[in-house]
């Protein structure tokens, strides 16, 4: 993983260089209808996490009792990353409308979910997780959904920050609706929650190499997290873009 980092030096500056502009300005309404569409693209997969714990599940059913147990393990380890998605504990309260509050925090209506807001690289990430965890080989879809938690905990951390200040410096929040709005941000930042989800998907890649004999492909792995974090870094420049427009 470090490797991938250093190998994608220059696409984590880009999704840095995004965030440190954030709190520079009071953004235009389209501007803000654009980035919420498309933030929201590149984040929540709960379906491809359903998707891929079905894959694990359908496998088990598939197999001998001696390696049935490991996949359902896999299978579950992995659907744990969902949990706070679902709203599991939180009173049934989701993420999805944790991040729509987000966004009503700056938008004045729900015009920003129109497809015509989302930003094509954003639209080709949402489908490449998919295709991913859904349709490539089952450890692809492990090492996409583990690196997109560890890389979540990293980015939400920025994020909160950098929405933290673009409050405070050019907008009225009260200290309840700025609290309101930044729910979303926070949730995955207390208790290092994305760091807890990016081990149990570990737990759940181990479980599987176990049930099928075979070891990880630390290269295969790389590769990914250096793609995921390239087309990542070309959203981030597409923001940058706009911003300076």
């Known amino acids: 993983m470090t490797q991938a980092f250093c190998e994608a030096t220059e696409a984590v500056s880009k999704i840095d260089n995004f965030f440190a502009l954030v709190p520079t300005h009071r953004w235009s309404k389209s501007f803000l209808a654009h980035f919420f569409n498309s933030w929201k693209a590149t984040h929540l997969k709960m379906l491809a996490i359903y998707g891929l714990s079905c ?138 929650t994305e760091v807890d989800h990016f081990l149990v998907v570990v737990k759940a890649l181990n479980a599987y190499c176990q049930a099928t004999n075979t070891s990880i492909d630390y290269q295969q792995a790389q590769n990914l997290f250096v793609e995921y974090l390239t087309r990542l870094g070309s959203v981030m420049v597409d923001f940058t873009n706009m911003m300076t427009q």
């Open 55 to 192: 894959r694990l599940q359908r496998l088990a059913f598939a197999n001998s009792s001696s390696v049935r147990e490991q996949l359902f393990m896999a299978g579950a380890f992995n659907a744990e990353t969902s949990y706070e998605d679902l709203g599991l504990d939180y009173g049934g309260q989701t993420h999805a409308e944790l991040y729509h509050r987000l966004a009503g925090g700056f938008l004045d209506d729900a015009s920003w979910q129109l497809d015509q807001y989302c930003l094509p690289k954003a639209r080709e990430f949402k489908q490449w997780i998919y295709q991913n965890m859904v349709v490539n080989d089952i450890p692809k879809g492990l090492f996409t959904n583990m690196f997109s938690e560890i890389y979540n905990h990293g980015e939400y951390s920025i994020a909160l920050k950098a929405f933290s200040d673009l409050i405070d410096r050019h907008y009225s929040f009260s200290a309840a609706e700025k609290e309101q709005a930044l729910t979303y941000i926070h949730a995955h930042v207390a208790d290092e």
